[in-house]
C-alpha cells in the first residue's frame, strides 16, 4: 500500500519535471545577465529583467502581440458561435442525416493539416484573403474537435430539462439559448481556451499565408527574434518565449475552474 503509494507520487514528480522543467529552465535563462554563460548554470548568479525589455527594442513587439490577439479573438468568438450551434445540432434526434454528418466529421480528425494546407491556400488566395490576418483566422473559425466538445456536453444535459422547457412552450432558440448553453458553460470555457491556444501558437499557416511582416503574429515574429540581434543571443530569444507564454498561462488560470467542469461535462453522457 505504502509502495503503491510512494510510486504513483514518484511518477507524479517525474512527469511535473518533464512538462515543467523545460519552461523553467528557460525563465531561468531569460533573467540572466548579459556576462553570464547560458550553459554553465541553471541558477542565474545577477537575475535581471532588462533581456525582456531587449525583446520589445529587437522587433515589433506590441505589433505582433495585437496581430495575434486579433486573429485569437475571432477564433474564440466564432468557435464559441458555431460550435455551439454545430454541436448542438448534432446532439439533436430526428433529423435524417444526422449520423452520417457527424461520421463524416469525426473522419476528418483523421487527416492532418499537412495535408490539406495547399488546398486550403489556394481557397484562401481565390478569396483574396492572402496576407491578411482574416486568411489566418478563417480556416480555424470553427473546429471539429469543439464541434464534438460542445455535442458531447448537450447530450449531458437531461432529457427532463428540455422537456420542461418544450412544455412551458419554448422553442427550439430560446431552448436552445436559455437552456443547454448555459447548461454548458463549461464545455465553452474549455472551447474558448483551446481556440485561444491553438490560434495563439500556430505558426505554420501564418507562415504559408503572411508575406508582410507588418501582418505578422507573434509565433512568426519570435522566428526573426535571433535574426534581428546582432548576436544570437539565446537570453533575448528566451525572454520573447517566455512573453508569449505568459498570456496563455493567465488565461488558463483565470478560466481553470470553468475548464475542468467542461471537461467534466463532456465526459458525461445520458
Request: proline content about 4%; glycine content about 8%.
Given at each position: 500500500m505504502?509502495?503503491?503509494?510512494?510510486?504513483?507520487?514518484?511518477?507524479?514528480?517525474?512527469?511535473?519535471?518533464?512538462?515543467?522543467?523545460p519552461?523553467?529552465?528557460?525563465?531561468?535563462?531569460?533573467?540572466k545577465?548579459?556576462g553570464?554563460n547560458?550553459?554553465?548554470?541553471?541558477?542565474?548568479?545577477?537575475p535581471?529583467?532588462?533581456n525582456?525589455?531587449?525583446v520589445?527594442?529587437?522587433?515589433?513587439?506590441?505589433?505582433?502581440?495585437g496581430?495575434?490577439?486579433?486573429?485569437?479573438v475571432?477564433?474564440?468568438?466564432?468557435?464559441?458561435v458555431?460550435a455551439a450551434?454545430g454541436?448542438?445540432?448534432?446532439s439533436?434526434?430526428?433529423?435524417?442525416?444526422?449520423?452520417?454528418v457527424f461520421?463524416?466529421?469525426?473522419?476528418?480528425?483523421?487527416?492532418?493539416?499537412?495535408?490539406?494546407?495547399?488546398?486550403?491556400?489556394?481557397?484562401?488566395?481565390?478569396?483574396g484573403?492572402?496576407?491578411?490576418?482574416?486568411?489566418?483566422?478563417l480556416?480555424?473559425?470553427?473546429?471539429?474537435?469543439?464541434?464534438m466538445?460542445?455535442?458531447?456536453?448537450?447530450?449531458?444535459?437531461?432529457?427532463?430539462?428540455?422537456?420542461a422547457?418544450?412544455?412551458?412552450?419554448?422553442n427550439?432558440?430560446?431552448?436552445?439559448?436559455?437552456?443547454?448553453?448555459?447548461a454548458?458553460?463549461?464545455?465553452?470555457?474549455?472551447?474558448c481556451?483551446?481556440?485561444?491556444?491553438?490560434?495563439?501558437?500556430?505558426?505554420?499557416?501564418?507562415?504559408?499565408?503572411?508575406t508582410n511582416?507588418?501582418?505578422?503574429?507573434?509565433?512568426?515574429?519570435?522566428?526573426?527574434?535571433?535574426?534581428?540581434?546582432?548576436?544570437n543571443?539565446?537570453?533575448i530569444?528566451a525572454?520573447?518565449?517566455?512573453?508569449?507564454?505568459?498570456?496563455?498561462?493567465?488565461?488558463?488560470f483565470?478560466?481553470q475552474?470553468?475548464?475542468?467542469?467542461?471537461?467534466?461535462e463532456?465526459?458525461?453522457?445520458?
Amino acid at each position: 500500500m505504502v509502495a503503491g503509494l510512494a510510486g504513483r507520487y514518484l511518477t507524479l514528480c517525474l512527469v511535473l519535471v518533464v512538462m515543467l522543467g523545460p519552461i523553467v529552465w528557460q525563465f531561468l535563462t531569460s533573467i540572466k545577465g548579459r556576462g553570464e554563460n547560458v550553459y554553465a548554470g541553471l541558477l542565474p548568479s545577477a537575475p535581471t529583467l532588462d533581456n525582456f525589455a531587449r525583446v520589445a527594442e529587437s522587433f515589433p513587439l506590441l505589433q505582433y502581440v495585437g496581430n495575434t490577439l486579433v486573429v485569437a479573438v475571432l477564433a474564440v468568438g466564432s468557435n464559441c458561435v458555431f460550435a455551439a450551434m454545430g454541436g448542438y445540432a448534432l446532439s439533436r434526434a430526428g433529423w435524417p442525416g444526422r449520423r452520417v454528418v457527424f461520421t463524416v466529421l469525426v473522419a476528418t480528425l483523421m487527416f492532418p493539416f499537412e495535408s490539406v494546407m495547399i488546398s486550403m491556400f489556394l481557397t484562401v488566395r481565390s478569396m483574396g484573403l492572402v496576407d491578411t490576418l482574416v486568411g489566418v483566422w478563417l480556416p480555424g473559425a470553427v473546429s471539429v474537435l469543439n464541434l464534438m466538445i460542445m455535442r458531447a456536453a448537450f447530450l449531458a444535459v437531461p432529457r427532463e430539462i428540455e422537456e420542461a422547457a418544450v412544455l412551458d412552450g419554448a422553442n427550439e432558440w430560446q431552448r436552445f439559448t436559455r437552456v443547454f448553453v448555459p447548461a454548458a458553460r463549461g464545455a465553452l470555457a474549455v472551447v474558448c481556451l483551446t481556440s485561444f491556444m491553438g490560434a495563439w501558437d500556430d505558426f505554420l499557416w501564418p507562415l504559408i499565408v503572411l508575406t508582410n511582416s507588418e501582418h505578422y503574429t507573434l509565433q512568426l515574429g519570435l522566428k526573426t527574434l535571433a535574426g534581428a540581434t546582432t548576436v544570437n543571443d539565446q537570453r533575448i530569444v528566451a525572454a520573447g518565449a517566455m512573453a508569449a507564454l505568459l498570456p496563455m498561462m493567465a488565461l488558463f488560470f483565470a478560466l481553470q475552474r470553468f475548464f475542468f467542469k467542461g471537461v467534466g461535462e463532456g465526459a458525461i453522457k445520458t
